[in-house]
Nanobody
C-alpha cells in the first residue's frame, strides 16, 4: 500500500515558479513509478510528467516540456515537480500518482493523492 500527499500548491503570478512535493508512505515506494497529472476546471485530467524507479527515466507532456522538471528523492520518499515559467493555462489541481507499472496513462495508476491547487494569475 502506498499513500500519497501533495503539497506546495498556491497562487503565483505568470512567469513565476512553484515546486510541488508528493510525499509517500510505504517502505517500497522507491520501487514505484510516479506521475503528475492535472485537472483544470471543466476539463479532463491530463498527464503532466512521470518518472520511473528503475532508471529514473522521465517523461513530459509537450505543454510543459522545458518548463517543468520531475525528480525524486527515494531516501525521503518524495517526488517533486519543479514548475517554472508558469502561465494561466497551468492553473489546475495537480495530483501525484504511483504504480508499479511505468506508464503515462491515467487509469493505469493505482495510487493517487488528494491533489493540490495551483493558480497562476495573469
Amino acid at each position: 500500500q502506498v499513500q500519497l500527499v501533495e503539497s506546495g500548491g498556491g497562487l503565483v503570478q505568470a512567469g513565476g515558479s512553484l515546486r510541488l512535493s508528493c510525499a509517500a508512505s510505504g517502505r517500497t515506494f522507491w520501487r514505484y513509478n510516479v506521475g503528475w497529472f492535472r485537472q483544470a476546471s471543466g476539463k479532463e485530467r491530463e498527464f503532466v510528467a512521470s518518472t520511473t524507479w528503475s532508471h529514473g527515466s522521465t517523461y513530459y507532456a509537450n505543454s510543459v516540456k522545458g518548463r517543468f522538471t520531475i525528480s525524486r528523492d527515494n531516501a525521503e520518499n518524495t517526488v517533486y515537480l519543479q514548475m517554472n515559467s508558469l502561465t494561466p493555462e497551468d492553473t489546475a489541481v495537480y495530483y501525484c500518482a504511483a504504480d508499479s507499472r511505468a506508464t503515462t496513462v491515467e487509469y493505469e495508476y493505482g495510487y493517487w493523492g488528494q491533489g493540490t491547487q495551483v493558480t497562476v494569475s495573469s
